[in-house]
């Protein structure tokens, strides 16, 4: 069975960070790409970064490019983002889903950014 | 960036009744790389579609993807009671970023 379990969300200042993980089961890591989506309370879905199979490849959203950083340890079968120079409007659950368009989804990890 | 643009924004309907709902993308989505996603109060969101027309794994045929280019439609032919949610459509075709449309409540009337 897929699971994706994702952790490390926390209440964290602005400017802050915080590393982002997700665990995998059920499938080997290195055979998929993967996403990290986020939700901001009573709003949609917002793709926010993806990485090839290999970690090779990495794509990102314009509003966390050069502060989020997305990587892999396939070793390990975890899904990582790094998150840097936190603000308020990164507040969101943020979900690890597995492939370019998600064909499984985490439950999700709250990130709550404020003084 | 593609934008996508879902209508209407919520449907009121009535279990049995068929649901049609709309995704208008700003421009070409390429190869059809479009997918559906469901969300209820809570959840993480679950892939209903993928390609614009092929079913995921365990959805029931009464979900049916269709379209390309820029209009792509999700009818749900007989609403059941565990229909009534949140959902949005997405592209991941071409080059990055690959957005989310804004969604569309579909609520019991």
């Known amino acids: 069975e897929v699971q994706l379990l994702e952790s490390g969300g926390d209440l964290v200042q602005p400017g802050g960070s915080l590393r982002l993980s997700c665990a995998a089961s059920?499938?080997?890591?290195?055979?998929?790409?993967m996403s990290w989506v986020r939700q901001a309370p009573g709003k949609g879905l917002e793709w926010v970064a993806a990485?090839?199979?290999?970690?090779?490849?990495?794509y990102y959203a314009d509003s966390v490019k050069g502060r989020f950083t997305i990587s892999r340890d396939n070793s390990k079968n975890t899904l990582y983002l790094q998150v840097n120079s936190l603000r308020a409007e990164d507040t969101a659950k943020y979900y690890c889903?597995?492939?370019?368009?998600?064909?499984?989804w985490g439950q999700g990890t709250l990130v709550t950014v404020s003084s | 960036e593609i934008v996508l643009t879902q209508s209407p924004g919520t449907l009121s309907l009535s279990p049995g009744e068929r649901a049609t709902l709309s995704c208008r993308a700003s421009?070409?989505?390429?190869?059809?790389?479009l997918a559906w996603f469901q969300q209820k109060p809570g959840q993480a969101p679950r892939l209903l579609i993928y390609?614009?027309?092929s079913r995921a794994t365990g959805i029931p045929d009464r979900f049916s993807g269709s379209g390309s280019g820029t209009d792509f439609t999700l009818t749900i032919t007989r609403l059941e009671p565990e229909d009534f949610a949140v959902y949005y459509c997405?592209?991941?075709?071409?080059?990055?970023?690959?957005?989310f449309g804004q969604g569309t409540k579909v609520e019991i009337k």
């Open positions: 421009q070409s989505v390429s190869s059809s790389y």
């Open positions: 889903a597995r492939g370019w368009y998600g064909a499984y």
């Open positions: 390609g614009a027309s």
């Open positions: 990485i090839s199979g290999s970690g090779g490849n990495t």
């Open positions: 997405q592209q991941y075709g071409g080059s990055p970023p690959w957005t």
């Open positions: 059920g499938f080997a890591l290195s055979n998929y790409a």
